[in-house]
């Protein structure tokens, strides 16, 4: 199977090259960059030296329509083009924001841009693997979720569906390393700005907020406003969210722990920790996996709700080469059963 990267210098291009380096199913990797072609990927990435020898190519649709899946790992409006640009019978997994959101006008408030044509956007499947896997078995453009919004809706998921909680008072806190960033330096990310600090951005205006709110609503069946908040901590990979909402009458902290185990325990990338067993961004380091743990305060009647994952891997190239191999019919775990790296 022939697999293309376009966007293979970023942080999720490289974790791409990574996961399909040693991917059984995977027989060639074409890399494709429209600002560093010609060069090597040892030369933007010297770790990868004398073991993954691919020379970036330009841009070109003609090219990527020779592989069986294209992955898109590139910035808002690129990926929207391309895709309209490639055949039919190429399968698309993209990376960016653009086809994830279902309505034209909602993409355009929040990413400040024209959107993707209509036809496009409901064609795409978005990607929450373990809550469209029929859709994503029969996808031809697959939309990856979003970092944030992966940590966010694995774990509220169960208790928006079983009407657990009050979504309308849903308030998430979610804490990133600063590859969620991307690899372009800026003041915000600079080593002497985020060492020994830990900062707010995005209050109320982070695009993943749509996101959450559009699958929620999906599952609700009515409006879920989200308050999303989200912070920069000086590490490199991970996302932990947090999330509190009022438990509905009659929901106890055994019902949690049994809706959650009911839901994941046959998902091999989530693992539900339990009642008052929280887990930790290193625990899921360099993997697919999600960890959940939970607690209800009987005091005030809020149930907390702890998700982690690695935002390079379950967060982008993890999730979309588990999306791949449903898209073809492979085993979900192929190419991707690592063990944490720790400490």
């Known amino acids: 199977m022939k697999a293309a990267i376009v966007g293979a210098t970023g942080y999720g291009g490289i974790e791409l090259i990574r996961i399909l380096h040693n991917h059984p199913k995977i027989e060639d990797i074409t890399v494709f960059s429209s600002s560093q072609e010609g060069k ?44 309209e640009k490639l055949s039919a019978e190429t399968k698309i997994i993209d990376l960016s924001g653009d086809l994830r959101l279902k309505q034209a006008e909602t993409y355009s408030a929040w990413y400040q841009r024209e959107s993707a044509s209509e036809s496009l956007l409901q064609k795409a499947v978005y990607g929450l693997t373990e809550w469209h896997k029929e859709e994503i078995e029969s996808a031809v453009i697959l939309s990856n979720p979003g970092c944030y919004a992966t940590a966010s809706l694995l774990g509220a998921a169960p208790i928006a569906q079983y009407n657990a909680v009050d979504t309308s008072q849903l308030i998430i806190d979610a804490k990133s ?75 106890s902290k055994d019902d949690i722990e049994e809706l959650y185990h009911s839901l994941y325990d046959n998902h091999p990338f989530v693992r539900v920790r339990g009642v008052d067993t929280f887990p930790a961004t290193k625990e ?18 809020r149930l907390t709700v702890v998700s982690v994952i690695d935002n390079l891997m379950k967060g982008a190239s993890g999730q979309a080469v588990q999306n791949m191999n449903i898209m073809f019919g492979y085993p979900e775990k192929e190419g991707l ?6 400490p």
């Open 40 to 83: 090597t990927m040892a030369e933007s990435y010297p770790h990868v030296s004398e073991i993954v020898k691919l020379t970036l190519g330009d841009i070109q649709p003609e090219r990527l329509n020779e592989h069986d899946v294209v992955f898109l790992s590139t910035p808002p409006g690129v990926s929207a083009d391309l895709s």
């Open 177 to 251: 390393g600063t590859t969620g960033a991307g690899r372009s330096p800026s003041a915000m990310t600079h080593f002497s700005e985020m060492n020994d600090n830990f900062k707010v951005y995005k209050v109320n205006q982070h695009k993943h907020t749509p996101e959450i709110e559009q699958e929620l609503e999906n599952w609700t069946n009515k409006q879920s406003p989200v308050t999303f908040t989200p912070h920069l901590v000086p590490m490199t990979r991970g996302i932990m969210a947090t999330m509190y909402a009022p438990l509905q009458a009659g929901w």
């Open 284 to 301: 899921v380091y360099g993997t697919n996996y999600c960890d959940i743990g939970f607690t209800v305060d009987e005091r005030t009647g």
């Open 337 to 342: 059963d690592f063990i944490p790296i720790y």
